[in-house]
């Protein structure tokens, strides 16, 4: 037995040295660094330096943090409605058609941020844009430019969301047990106070867990608020991205880094002992 | 309630294939400018991908670390699935805690933290940071799917060719392995497909050194609109529809994303 203890942490021994060298090293560095002070000779040296705290807590980077959650929350519920009959519905179809579905929503999950932007750079452009369609429609008079914009960006980053969101709910439609929705209907009850009585209150713990998940992936959004808005729609992970490669100020990325990990740390733990609370 | 069904259906398809098809449509277009509907037909904007050395050279760079990164992260997640699904041990469930949480962060902090690694040892710029990097942050994708594929090992097979005498290695390859594979083989998909689409990573461990794909495409939409950008997106989304195909093919796709069947 001892032996086969031994061939264990032998078998382990490579996947932990690359798990301690590459998560747990780096993200002790961005704790210290965020407490680096900044020195005209070498860049940075470590420090106990709370300067870059300090500098977070001034209303420029407050009102970022708050426009970041503001946004994330709206993106959220839009995404959260637009999708989750979506999801309710995938559960139903046939394994082929749900597998096709799956396919392509998996292909559009993991295409590359930058090229779901590029496309709504072309959608909210003026002369190809949906704002001609607006015009056709009658509703304007002449075309327009929707970039850069807020709405640019919540349209940008509920599309890019969407199939996280179908996808997160989609488990649990196919745990729920439909008979539930038939017996509600053989009662009496209509498709729709079936749906609202039967079928919402029993994914209710996926509507959260889901939701959630979204918040956080929308929040390390990078590319979207670059393309689609202006300077003053940047979130906070643009802005860390913005601080570490383009201004080469390490410390103060890696404070607002802490600054974003304990927020979506904040949500996640939040919610979940919420949810946990509940059950018990 | 049917036809409201059907029509939200319809809408929502037309809500996620339109840009999609935007984008394909313009792919096709013949003329050097941005025009929706497209100007004439052609397919010239795909041959440039292939005949212009600064978009291949960038399309090899990121197929090269999306497959080196996909077999590393494998590599890893391989071990430390099979401890926690053979022996239980406290240590293996907490390296795999360790190895799902980067992915569940916003990326910008790994990439910041990688970053910060990198530079410290003296690493900064080097083209194998991002294999590493992109072995690493997606370690949770084939953790997840080969914990999932050994779940589905009957543990009492293994046992039964254990008393009949099998060493610990011809039972790994008889039998776990073959049950196990298609969904350590999606677990590699998953990383290939999300490593050739990654961007903040990539920047931040060798932006300056390595253009990958999407680095360049993010570059490109700096100076202006390009029309090869629309050919690439309509190739990206084929290469992502045919990985997923395959793993549909091979393993259970629903399964794989949590459902029960």
């Given at each position: 037995m001892s032996e086969k203890g031994i061939a264990n942490k032998l078998l382990l021994l490579p996947s932990s040295l690359v798990i301690g060298a590459f998560v747990i090293v780096p993200c002790a560095l961005v704790l210290l660094a965020s407490l680096a002070s900044i020195s005209d000779s070498e860049g940075w040296v470590f420090a106990l330096d709370l300067s870059n705290f300090a500098r977070f807590f001034s209303w420029f980077y407050i009102e970022r943090a708050l426009f970041s959650i503001g946004l994330c929350m709206m993106v959220v519920v839009i995404s959260l409605l637009l999708a989750y009959p979506f999801a309710y519905f995938l559960s139903g179809f046939s394994a082929k058609v749900k597998n096709i579905w799956l396919i392509y929503i998996l292909a559009q999950l993991t295409l590359s941020e930058v090229l779901i932007a590029f496309s709504w750079q072309i959608l909210l452009s003026?002369?190809?844009?949906?704002s001609n369609i607006l015009v056709s429609l009658g509703l304007f008079d002449k075309p327009f430019a929707m970039t850069p914009s807020a709405t640019g960006v919540l349209l940008g980053l509920v599309y890019l969301v969407i199939p996280f969101m179908i996808l997160l709910l989609y488990p649990a439609f196919s745990r729920m047990d439909k008979s539930l929705v038939e017996a509600a209907r053989t009662l009496g009850a209509s498709p729709l106070r079936s749906f609202f009585t039967v079928v919402v209150p029993t994914t209710k713990s996926a509507i959260i867990s889901s939701s959630v998940t979204v918040f956080v992936l929308t929040l390390g959004a990078v590319i979207v608020p670059q393309v689609l808005g202006?300077?003053?729609?940047?979130t906070l992970s643009v802005l860390i991205m913005d601080q570490a490669v383009?201004?080469?100020?390490v410390p103060f990325a890696s404070a607002l880094a802490v600054v974003l990990l304990l927020l979506s740390g904040g949500v996640i733990g939040t919610i979940f002992f919420l949810g946990k609370g509940k059950t018990a | 309630m049917t036809f409201l069904r059907r029509i939200y259906l319809a809408l929502f398809a037309v809500y996620l294939l339109g840009p999609i098809f935007v984008i394909a449509a313009v792919s096709f277009n013949a003329k050097k400018f941005l025009a929706f509907p497209p100007r004439g037909f052609s397919f010239r904007w795909y041959v440039e991908i292939f005949a212009a050395e600064e978009w291949l050279t960038s399309l090899t760079a990121s197929l090269t670390i999306a497959l080196s990164s996909a077999t590393l992260s494998v590599v890893i997640a391989l071990p430390i699935a099979y401890v926690v699904w053979s022996r239980n041990l406290r240590y293996a469930k907490a390296l795999l805690s360790l190895g799902i949480a980067p992915f569940i962060l916003p990326p910008v902090i790994m990439a910041l933290a990688f970053l910060l690694m990198f530079s410290s040892i003296g690493?900064?710029?080097?083209?194998?940071n991002v294999v590493i990097a992109h072995a690493v942050f997606l370690l949770a994708l084939p953790l997840v799917t080969i914990s999932l594929g050994l779940e589905s090992v009957d543990k009492e097979l293994v046992e039964a060719s254990r008393t009949m005498g099998a060493t610990g290695w011809t039972v790994f390859k008889t039998v776990i392995f073959p049950i196990a594979a298609p969904f350590a083989f999606a677990g590699f998909a998953f990383c290939f497909v999300i490593s050739l689409n990654e961007y903040i990573i990539a920047l931040m461990t060798v932006g300056f050194t390595v253009e990958t794909l999407p680095i360049k495409i993010f570059n490109a939409l700096r100076y202006g609109y390009s029309p090869v950008i629309a050919s690439i997106a309509v190739m990206f989304l084929v290469i992502n529809v045919i990985v997923f195909s395959l793993i549909a093919k091979f393993s259970n796709l629903p399964r794989i994303l949590g459902a029960q069947e």
């Open positions: 003026r002369k190809s844009g949906l202006a300077p003053k729609h940047w383009f201004n080469s100020n | 690493m900064y710029g080097w083209a194998i």
